[in-house]
């Protein structure tokens, strides 16, 4: 099995920036890590999960929604087994709850259903 645990979440004014962490643990993930990646997703009121960003564990691919370019990162700390979405820039439209996943890898990276593992979500709200 394996655990994702969000943090970071809060309230911005529009144009700030906030840093989202989430931690990864679990016997599957600690044996086969280097076959992973690690998505970002979001998902407002009454609209679906929408993908964010992705990296991939072992080489540090990343992958990057297009309404998201130029203004998010994503990284990963291997020593923390932590995965960091940074969003700068920040709009009203990037208010939702932002979920971490996990896959061994997934089938496609943009694609929640293609996700096994999930955290609990964290709220992200920015005002105008």
């Known amino acids: 099995q394996v655990q994702l645990v969000e943090t970071g979440g809060g309230l911005v004014g529009a144009g700030g920036s906030l840093r989202l962490s989430c931690v990864v643990s679990?016997?599957?993930?600690?044996?086969?890590?280097?076959?992973?990646?690690m998505g970002w997703f979001r998902q407002a009121p009454g609209k679906e999960r929408e993908f964010v960003a992705a990296i991939n564990w072992s080489t540090g691919t990343k992958y990057y929604a297009d309404s998201v370019k130029g203004r998010f990162t994503i990284s990963r700390d291997n020593a923390k087994n932590t995965v960091y979405l940074q969003m700068n820039s920040l709009k009203s439209e990037d208010t939702a709850v932002y979920y971490c996943?996990?896959?061994?890898?997934?089938?496609?990276?943009?694609?929640?259903?293609?996700?096994?593992?999930w955290g609990q979500g964290t709220q992200v709200t920015v005002s105008s």
């Open positions: 996943a996990a896959d061994d890898p997934p089938t496609t990276i943009a694609v929640p259903g293609a996700y096994a593992y």
């Open positions: 679990g016997r599957s993930f600690s044996s086969s890590f280097s076959r992973y990646a």
